[in-house]
């Protein structure tokens, strides 16, 4: 985190703090000694923050959104354990399929915990699932059923605060930084990857280092859902305290206080949820599955090519046959990774999501279809030169992987309807994990090489057909507002590029 982060924006706005922001100036004389005091004064204040860049004047949205970052750094940790960064001996499938299992639970239970419970107790949960199963794999690092345990606690906390993170990040930022705040999610997923690659390459696994990780960031996501988490003004003013709303606004903003922007922005909400309330559960319902059967395709199915069980094994085995023991790589692959999230993020908001997005998408496609072809002839195993192929395109797909995935993390959270946002979120997330789910099963339960050159032929495929299917209707959402974006993905077509 930047290291405003550390500010607490908590406090709440007050009476003589409101009365300063609304009052008019009514003399000259007034006027003139405003401008003519020293350099601690409001006037002067304000006028040298009118020069400040419109990040930091959001930056309080991103810092109230840290406890879901930290979490997501643990989800990458365990999800690239579980997608075959580990030195696993004989275990069961168990084992792999657990934490997957536990996040499509966590999806279901966070459908309730949203609508009825505030956000900054919702992560304190959640951070709390994630120290216990720090504690366990401290404590029974040998023990198998510990482990599991331990996947299936993670996974619950990690399904409940993607959904609570994704609904919390659209409703409290501005839509010109909304993007950066949503596409966080992915970028912290990749770098908890990194991590955990680079430690599983240069050293032997040690599930204690691993619960020393999660023990640390279990207290850290505590500590940060108290301490920086803002409650959504949405969530507020659906409950009829506008009040609250304001001033979870005021301090959203810097400075922080409530200013003609912050009524504006009030306003803003409160028509988001007038037109909300136009419609009932079944017809929100029905809106809303349009941009669901789209968001199946573009998070739930594309994300999880980008990274998988598969591409583990064909990173490994093409080191393996071209390299030896070599682990640079890795190191590479995981850097890569990173690098691509981190390009996003910052760009996200500026050039856009749909044109970069897609570009990248269709890169991943036709990187995947040579490697399944090298897989379909069992002499190309024994040829180095090809292995090492097969090796650099494994590593070129990981950094426009991580250049797409967090454009997933920013549609998610801009298409559904108000009123149906927690259920199709959840379905659309824990369907991508049950796709993870499925494809560990069929590569864990057979031992034919055929499977690799099927998957990877039949996965590039689909992405170069969906491309030109996405081309067609996902829309461009960059500096909309959250009606707006959602009326383009209630669209069938969207032909723009922006």
Not at 19 to 27: D, G, L, N, Q
Not at 277 to 284: G, L, P
Not at 294 to 321: C, D, E, H, I, W
Request: hydrophobic share 50%; charged share 10%; glycine share 6%.
């Amino acid at each position: 985190m930047p290291a405003s982060a550390t500010i607490n924006f908590n406090a709440a706005a007050t009476a003589d703090t409101i009365a300063a922001s609304i009052t008019p100036v009514t003399s000259a004389t007034a006027t003139n000694t405003a401008t003519t005091t020293d350099a601690g004064t409001p006037a002067t204040t304000a006028n040298a923050n009118k020069h400040k860049s419109a990040n930091w004047h959001n930056r309080p949205q991103s810092t109230a959104l840290a406890s879901g970052f930290i979490i997501f750094l643990s989800a990458g940790l365990n999800m690239a354990q579980n997608l075959g960064w580990n030195q696993f001996a004989l275990v069961s499938i168990h084992i792999y399929l657990s934490w997957f299992i536990g996040a499509v639970i966590g999806c279901l239970l966070s459908i309730p915990l949203v609508i009825l419970i505030t956000k900054k107790y919702i992560m304190a949960s959640c951070s709390f699932f994630v120290l216990i199963d720090g504690i366990i794999f401290i404590c029974a690092p040998a023990s198998e059923y510990a482990l599991i345990a331990a996947r299936y606690l993670n996974g619950i906390a990690v399904g409940v605060t993607t959904i609570t993170f994704l609904i919390h990040g659209s409703e409290v930022t501005a839509k010109s930084y909304r993007g950066y705040c949503l596409a966080m999610e992915q970028y912290s997923i990749s770098l908890g990857i990194f991590i955990q690659v680079i430690h599983t390459s240069l050293w032997a696994e040690v599930f204690y280092i691993h619960g020393v990780f999660d023990l640390l960031l279990g207290c850290l996501g505590f500590a940060s859902a108290f301490i920086f988490t803002i409650e959504s003004p949405i969530h507020c003013l659906r409950r009829g305290n506008e009040t609250m709303a304001l001033d979870c606004l005021a301090r959203l903003e810097r400075p922080k206080g409530v200013k003609s922007t912050t009524y504006a922005s009030l306003e803003e909400h409160k028509s988001y949820i007038r037109e909300n309330n136009k419609y009932d559960m079944i017809e929100s319902l029905k809106l809303g599955l349009v941009p669901l059967v789209k968001l199946m395709l573009y998070r739930s199915l594309m994300l999880t090519f980008g990274f998988s069980l598969p591409l583990t094994v064909a990173v490994q085995v093409g080191t393996l046959l071209s390299l030896g023991l070599e682990t640079w790589p890795y190191i590479v692959y995981a850097t890569l990774r990173l690098l691509g999230s981190l390009i996003t993020i910052f760009t996200v908001d500026t050039l856009g999501r749909k044109f970069i997005s897609l570009l990248n998408l269709i890169i991943i496609g036709a990187l995947l279809i040579p490697i399944g072809i090298f897989f379909s002839n069992q002499y190309n195993f024994l040829d180095k030169q090809k292995m090492a192929t097969v090796c650099t395109l494994s590593l070129l797909i990981q950094l426009f992987a991580g250049m797409y995935a967090p454009h997933t993390s920013v549609y998610v959270g801009e298409a559904f309807p108000l009123k149906v946002k927690p259920y199709l979120l959840s379905l659309c997330i824990a369907v991508e994990h049950i796709v993870h789910i499925i494809t560990i099963c069929v590569l864990l339960s057979t031992s034919s090489r055929n499977y690799l050159y099927q998957y990877f032929l039949a996965t590039g495929l689909v992405i170069i057909f969906t491309f030109l299917l996405f081309c067609a209707v996902i829309p461009e959402t960059r500096k909309t507002s959250l009606s707006e974006a959602q009326s383009r993905f209630q669209k069938l077509l969207y032909l723009k590029l922006y």
